[in-house]
């Protein structure tokens, strides 16, 4: 490409859950000495902590590639506020910590409740106290499966 | 490409304009004769214009929306089959036919910059997608190769996207521009080039080589998604003993209906399986979606509305 | 009952004397049995049927027009998630209104028309006594968000996605007659996905067909299919956001000796369309509703729904939301 200095292809790493625990460092850069330090290093996938991500992807230019490590329901919830940033499958990789945990998308009043067991069928809405039916229905954008009212054909 | 069907449901239209761009290019501009409205566009359609003996592809320089003409710039190929003579030699008030516009470059929607790479006369579907980026408020840049005094639309340009336009007229400044805007776009910004084949892959490459996925990255292929006329065959019915000739450009669907043999149809598109026949002999060339190859495999079924003949001579169970 | 009295009509007699809600009902079964099928044709195709016939048109108005656009606005107030439009669709949208707007006008001149040079568009719909003077890609030119206008204007709901990575996204929508499903949770996802909980489809690949068959059309081409389930009562709004308040009715019904005047068999006619300047496809799902009691007038739809209710099998009807009521339809419908 002639003399043009180029930027190398960048990876941002971003680690949630126990693998961030390492993260209480600063957030830039990756690497530090021999130690491996993500740039992005939080509990678990909060607004505050997405927008954070989103962040570090709104100054990063195309070439980019993302790693988002972590339980499930955090990273899918990373890797739909990725997508919102503009950027596409190929760029992203996901290493799911597959550790039961679900966010269930509530049908009715439209409130997210974490699901401790994935082996539990059903789950008390945190927003309407329905008890739902935990369908493996899932929506990339809001990152969570679809839950809808148990039972509710039953005759009262 | 025989195109006759492609044409079938085209357009007459008439020459409303003829303009020289430089020495080589010359812009035609398309109307209907009644005065009418023409059918939308997607940003970075063709047409099929048939002129002097042959039908050829044009990209459409307007933006689609709305059009009241229809516009391709034709470079005079001194080496190609006569297509592009014969368009220059189109007057005003000259009728020809052309196809429906056809859709093979589309912008992304989800876009949130458009990086356009055109060399030379790939600057036309370039253009048609700076006017559509440019009435929707969609943000893009353009790098323009073109050759001394060979500029085609450069006003035009100019005026679109302003300081996003870069203008090269030699190889060392394009290379330049190129690895500065692959290297400074933001997330959401996709490319699309057009411009000779060698031209085209040197842009792909670069931009893969800085890391673009493919996703991002979009050029133009002319004459891909459809389906060719193919060969002519002949269809043995054994139960109705009858012989079908089938021309190319005529699907054994159609031909079938044309000799009153009807088959149960729905989709006519090679997808919904309903007009499926047995072959009891010959080797059928399956072009349909629905078939598992498997079953394409074994050959004793075929989609009579997409599929056609390997052989000379086809024997099917009606 | 009535439907005694035309038991041994023939077909065109009964034609003749069948209000237009049964003759013109697009009745989806061609066998006495159902399976899922990419059963896909074009548009504006002529369809006849026992009792008539139906399909010469893409925006079917009926005489439910002005009740079934009130209850649409009805549902999108008490809940506005019935509308999505991710940012990207917007010239979608617009390009939508554009399309479909002429052809209802030429479908309906009697009752509608449309105007436009360059940008400005003129639409007048004496349905709504509207006289509507507007700007093509402007929204502040129309009394209300895009999509939602075009929603006032047609029975249909609406669907657009967006093609691009090799798939079809489901990226806008106005969806308030959905049979049980949300467009709230469904938007933004992969057409495949959107099919996720259906049975079958995906080891027979008919939603993979039907994809790569819309991932073909060209611009302007317009093509149909049905859909089938059914409902209790003439309720249009079966989305899973309203669940609780009708899913008891499922039940309710089976020992409801009222049950032939409840139970409707609902069809969609679903058209699939590329709109020709955002290269969007777009999705309009026309629900009609038919009682049991009104099927049973037209004796071989009578037979034939039996038929088919009773063969097909559980997980289809599970889907559905049938199973618990279609044995005791399948019965009524089968002892004539």
């Given at each position: 490409m002639g003399p043009m200095s180029t930027p190398p292809s960048r990876t941002i790493y971003a680690t949630f859950g126990a693998e961030a625990h390492s993260g209480a460092g600063p957030e830039t850069g990756h690497q530090s000495g021999t130690e491996f330090r993500p740039d992005l290093a939080v509990g678990q996938a909060s607004p505050d902590s997405l927008k954070r991500l989103k962040d570090v992807l709104n100054q990063a230019y195309v070439g980019v590639r993302l790693v988002i490590a972590g339980p499930s329901a955090d990273i899918l919830a990373a890797r739909a506020a990725a997508a919102e940033c503009g950027m596409v499958e190929e760029e992203m990789t996901l290493l799911h910590r597959v550790d039961g945990h679900r966010r269930v998308f509530c049908a009715h009043c439209r409130a997210t409740t974490s699901m401790p067991e994935a082996s539990a069928h059903e789950i008390g809405c945190s927003g309407c106290a329905t008890v739902l039916s935990v369908s493996e229905h899932f929506s990339r954008r809001l990152a969570a499966h679809l839950g809808y009212a148990a039972h509710a054909e039953e005759a009262a | 490409m025989t195109a006759t069907a492609l044409l079938a449901g085209g357009l007459k239209l008439q020459v409303a304009e003829v303009t020289a761009q430089t020495p080589s290019i010359t812009s035609i501009t398309f109307t209907d004769p009644a005065g009418g409205p023409l059918p939308a566009y997607v940003p970075g359609s063709h047409l099929l214009v048939q002129c002097g003996d042959g039908v050829n592809a044009y990209s459409l320089t307007g933006s689609g929306r709305s059009p009241s003409d229809y516009s391709v710039s034709v470079l005079r190929v001194a080496s190609g089959a006569g297509g592009s003579?014969?368009?220059?030699?189109?007057?005003?008030?000259?009728?020809?036919?052309?196809?429906?516009?056809?859709?093979?470059?589309?912008?992304?929607?989800?876009?949130?910059?458009?990086?356009?790479?055109?060399?030379?006369?790939?600057?036309?579907?370039?253009?048609?997608?700076?006017?559509?980026?440019?009435?929707?408020?969609?943000?893009?840049?353009?790098?323009?190769?073109?050759?001394?005094?060979?500029?085609?639309?450069?006003?035009?340009?100019?005026?679109?996207?302003?300081?996003?336009?870069?203008?090269?007229?030699?190889?060392?400044?394009?290379?330049?521009?190129?690895?500065?805007?692959?290297?400074?776009?933001?997330?959401?910004?996709?490319?699309?080039?057009?411009?000779?084949?060698?031209?085209?892959?040197?842009?792909?490459?670069?931009?893969?080589?800085?890391?673009?996925?493919?996703?991002?990255?979009?050029?133009?292929?002319?004459?891909?998604?459809?389906?060719?006329?193919?060969?002519?065959?002949?269809?043995?019915?054994?139960?109705?003993?009858?012989?079908?000739?089938?021309?190319?450009?005529?699907?054994?669907?159609?031909?079938?209906?044309?000799?009153?043999?009807?088959?149960?149809?729905?989709?006519?598109?090679?997808?919904?399986?309903?007009?499926?026949?047995?072959?009891?002999?010959?080797?059928?060339?399956?072009?349909?979606?629905?078939?598992?190859?498997?079953?394409?495999?074994?050959?004793?079924?075929?989609?009579?509305?997409?599929?056609?003949?390997?052989?000379q001579e086809l024997e099917l169970d009606l | 009952m009535s439907t005694n009295l035309i038991d041994h009509a023939i077909p065109q007699e009964a034609a003749t004397i069948l209000p237009e809600r049964i003759t013109r009902f697009p009745f989806p079964f061609s066998a006495d049995s159902y399976r899922y099928s990419t059963n896909i044709e074009p548009a504006l195709k002529p369809v006849s049927t026992e009792a008539g016939g139906w399909g010469t048109r893409l925006l079917d108005i009926d005489e439910h027009y002005l009740q079934e656009l009130g209850e649409r606005a009805a549902v999108l107030q008490r809940d506005p998630s019935r509308?999505?439009?991710?940012?990207?669709?917007?010239?979608?949208?617009?390009?939508?209104?554009?399309?479909?707007?002429?052809?209802?006008?030429?479908?309906?001149?009697?009752?509608?028309?449309?105007?436009?040079?360059?940008?400005?568009?003129?639409?007048?719909?004496?349905?709504?006594?509207?006289?509507?003077?507007?700007?093509?890609?402007?929204?502040?030119?129309?009394?209300?968000?895009?999509?939602?206008?075009?929603?006032?204007?047609?029975?249909?709901?609406?669907?657009?996605?967006?093609?691009?990575?090799?798939?079809?996204?489901?990226?806008?929508?106005?969806?308030?007659?959905?049979?049980?499903?949300?467009?709230?949770?469904?938007?933004?996802?992969?057409?495949?996905?959107?099919?996720?909980?259906?049975?079958?489809?995906?080891?027979?690949?008919?939603?993979?067909?039907?994809?790569?068959?819309?991932?073909?059309?060209?611009?302007?081409?317009?093509?149909?299919?049905?859909?089938?389930?059914?409902?209790?009562?003439?309720?249009?709004?079966?989305?899973?956001?309203?669940?609780?308040?009708?899913?008891?009715?499922?039940?309710?019904?089976?020992?409801?000796?009222?049950?032939?005047?409840?139970?409707?068999?609902?069809?969609?006619?679903?058209?699939?369309?590329?709109?020709?300047?955002?290269?969007?496809?777009?999705?309009?799902?026309?629900?009609?509703?038919?009682?049991?009691?009104?099927?049973?007038?037209?004796?071989?739809?009578?037979?034939?729904?039996?038929?088919?209710?009773?063969?097909?099998?559980p997980d289809m009807a599970g889907y559905k939301g049938i199973s618990r009521y279609r044995e005791a339809a399948s019965a009524w419908l089968l002892a004539g």
């Open positions: - | 003579a014969a368009m220059h030699r189109l007057r005003a008030g000259d009728r020809v036919l052309v196809s429906r516009p056809r859709s093979a470059f589309t912008p992304m929607a989800t876009a949130r910059h458009h990086l356009l790479i055109a060399g030379g006369i790939g600057v036309t579907p370039m253009l048609s997608h700076a006017r559509a980026a440019a009435e929707w408020g969609m943000a893009a840049t353009m790098i323009y190769m073109y050759r001394p005094a060979e500029g085609a639309h450069v006003p035009e340009l100019r005026e679109l996207l302003d300081t996003r336009l870069v203008e090269c007229t030699d190889r060392g400044s394009f290379r330049q521009a190129l690895a500065e805007k692959l290297s400074s776009q933001r997330l959401g910004t996709h490319l699309y080039v057009c411009g000779p084949a060698a031209f085209m892959e040197s842009v792909l490459a670069s931009a893969r080589e800085l890391g673009w996925p493919e996703t991002r990255l979009h050029s133009e292929p002319f004459g891909t998604p459809e389906l060719d006329a193919g060969q002519p065959f002949r269809a043995k019915l054994t139960r109705s003993g009858i012989q079908v000739e089938i021309p190319a450009g005529v699907s054994l669907l159609e031909a079938l209906e044309g000799a009153d043999v009807g088959v149960p149809n729905m989709c006519r598109k090679g997808v919904c399986g309903e007009c499926s026949v047995a072959v009891l002999r010959g080797t059928p060339q399956h072009r349909d979606l629905y078939l598992s190859e498997d079953q394409k495999a074994s050959g004793r079924t075929m989609m009579c509305c997409v599929s056609r003949s390997l052989d | 509308l999505q439009v991710l940012p990207h669709m917007r010239p979608a949208v617009w390009d939508a209104i554009t399309t479909l707007l002429p052809i209802m006008a030429d479908e309906h001149p009697e009752t509608m028309s449309f105007e436009r040079k360059g940008d400005s568009c003129r639409w007048q719909n004496r349905l709504h006594n509207l006289d509507l003077e507007f700007t093509a890609g402007v929204d502040a030119s129309l009394p209300a968000e895009p999509l939602l206008f075009l929603g006032s204007q047609i029975q249909d709901d609406i669907a657009l996605l967006d093609q691009r990575e090799n798939a079809l996204w489901l990226d806008a929508g106005l969806v308030t007659f959905a049979a049980d499903w949300s467009l709230g949770f469904d938007v933004g996802m992969k057409f495949l996905e959107v099919h996720g909980p259906v049975p079958r489809v995906h080891d027979e690949q008919i939603i993979t067909r039907a994809q790569q068959f819309l991932m073909n059309l060209q611009p302007g081409e317009k093509y149909r299919r049905t859909n089938w389930t059914m409902t209790v009562g003439r309720r249009l709004d079966t989305s899973t956001e309203t669940y609780p308040e009708w899913a008891q009715d499922r039940s309710a019904v089976v020992t409801d000796p009222a049950l032939p005047d409840r139970l409707h068999l609902r069809v969609e006619v679903q058209h699939l369309i590329r709109l020709p300047h955002s290269g969007a496809i777009l999705f309009l799902v026309r629900t009609h509703l038919l009682s049991l009691a009104d099927i049973a007038r037209v004796p071989a739809w009578r037979e034939r729904l039996g038929r088919v209710l009773a063969e097909l099998p």
